[in-house]
């Protein structure tokens, strides 16, 4: 069963840092990865979507890379702001396809302080 | 714009009152998911729609059921809802399920 890890759990950095959000997989078996954007009380933002053919994709001040053999990816944010406060959750389809749906880690909750 | 919407976005019932939720999608995805995500936690899966054919997860309770009248609807009915069902639900689709899913913002059910 593919489970899905997400460290750290919170951080929280100064306005205009670089950060690095870490997620890892135990079944390297996948179709792709995608991460999520989620602010209190809402749904879920899709940010970035790699597939496993990709090492890695790029939306604006956002770059998740893939290692599908080591199974991790990171997203990496550059000169965060306090806009990006937010949590962020990392997560595949299962190996059945849509029978799956998405596993999800347990998400970084990510503070941003101006 | 192609978006996944999800109604209401708040939703207040009385324990044991039957309350139905309500997703809408212009994707024309085939696979329709959802989730419910209490609070600090990942979301659960509680069950999809491939087409017309309903998935429900093993440890869904017998207490939620849904049903998708369209492609394009699909409906979360919770028969007696207890304390420990408020959450936030979410609903999400997908092409075949593994060409990236999108998610609506979600109705934040409240049972008092």
């Known amino acids: 069963k593919q489970e899905v890890t997400q460290i750290p759990a919170a951080l929280s950095v100064p306005e205009g840092e670089n950060l690095v959000l870490n997620c890892s997989f135990t079944?390297?078996?996948?179709?792709?990865l995608q991460w999520f954007r989620q602010d209190p009380g809402k749904g879920l933002t899709s940010l970035l979507l790699?597939?496993?053919?990709?090492r890695e994709q790029t939306s604006g001040r956002l770059n998740a890379s893939l290692d599908k053999s080591s199974g991790r990816s990171t997203l990496y944010i550059a000169a965060s702001q306090p806009g990006d406060s937010a949590t962020y959750l990392c997560a595949v389809p299962g190996a059945g396809g849509g029978a799956d749906g998405l596993t999800f880690g347990k998400g970084t909750h990510l503070i941003i302080q101006p | 714009d192609a978006m996944v919407i999800q109604n209401p976005r708040y939703q207040v019932t009385q324990f044991g009152k039957p309350v139905t939720l309500s997703c809408s999608q212009t994707l024309n995805h085939n696979v329709m998911y959802w989730y419910q995500q209490k609070s600090s936690q990942a979301p659960k899966l509680l069950f999809h729609?491939?087409?017309?054919?309903?998935?429900n997860e093993a440890d869904t309770p017998d207490n939620f059921q849904s049903r998708r009248p369209n492609t394009s609807f699909c409906f979360l009915d919770i028969r007696s809802p207890g304390l420990g069902d408020a959450a936030m639900y979410l609903c999400?689709?997908?092409?075949?399920?593994?060409?990236?899913?999108?998610f609506g913002s979600g109705t934040r059910l409240t049972v008092v």
């Open positions: 729609y491939y087409d017309k054919d309903f998935n």
């Open positions: 079944d390297s078996a996948i179709y792709n």
């Open positions: 999400a689709t997908s092409s075949t399920g593994v060409y990236g899913y999108t």
């Open positions: 790699i597939q496993s053919s990709q």
